[in-house]
């Protein structure tokens, strides 16, 4: 499986740009993409999501930088090369969405997975296991990124957020859900609470 974040201009894919793409492959975590990109030309621009991933309006408009459908393509050709085209992460269909529209835009072929598997429903499952309830806020349960890395034992991603750290951070969470140990070194210091 390839664990996927994407940074993004806004929320929603037609309308909005990816801005960077990182991604780690789960069965090789040493292999790792991660690439930026300016928005392609009449994307919208959501200041609250700069204020998330960290870019500023002058840095996602460098004409120097690769456009978002080349970013896309060599996200693709990355993948390609993995044994499992699965994508996870938190919330993947957003970031799926994302490469997808970005794909489509530049009448990119999208041969990878639209199944996907998901952080928070993994998290949510292995909570029932253990015999905790989930965290709920507003009649929804409220397992977001910064609840699931508590869960686990790690802190909460840095911000801002960068794409290769969201995608490290959420391998490193499903690691821990599926096999209970900790799988990068820089992690080895955060205890596993259901261990302990």
């Not at 919208?44 to 870019?55: M, P, R, T």
């Not at 998290?123 to 990124?145: C, E, W, Y």
């Not at 900790?182 to 261990?195: A, G, N, R, S």
């Amino acid at each position: 499986m390839l664990v996927l974040d994407i940074e993004s201009s806004g929320t929603n894919p037609w309308r909005h740009s990816i801005l960077s793409i990182g991604a780690v492959d789960f069965l090789k975590p040493s292999r790792t993409f991660y690439e930026e990109c300016k928005i392609w030309d009449g994307a919208h621009i959501d200041k609250e999501a700069l204020q998330v991933n960290g870019f500023t309006e002058e840095e996602i408009k460098e004409e120097n930088k690769k456009s978002e459908g080349e970013v896309a393509k060599d996200f693709i050709e990355w993948a390609l090369y993995s044994g499992n085209h699965t994508i996870a992460g938190h919330n993947p269909f957003f970031d799926l969405f994302f490469v997808q529209a970005a794909a489509n835009r530049v009448s990119l072929d999208f041969p990878l997975a639209h199944r996907v598997i998901d952080l928070h429903s993994i998290s949510f499952f292995h909570m029932l296991k253990q015999g905790i309830k989930a965290p709920v806020k507003n009649q929804r349960t409220d397992l977001n990124s910064d609840a699931v890395m508590e869960y686990v034992g790690l802190p909460a991603e840095p911000k801002p957020h960068n794409a290769l750290n969201g995608a490290k951070w959420e391998t490193e969470a499903f690691y821990r859900l599926f096999y209970d140990k900790p799988l990068f070194p820089e992690f080895q210091k955060f205890k596993i609470p259901w261990t302990l």
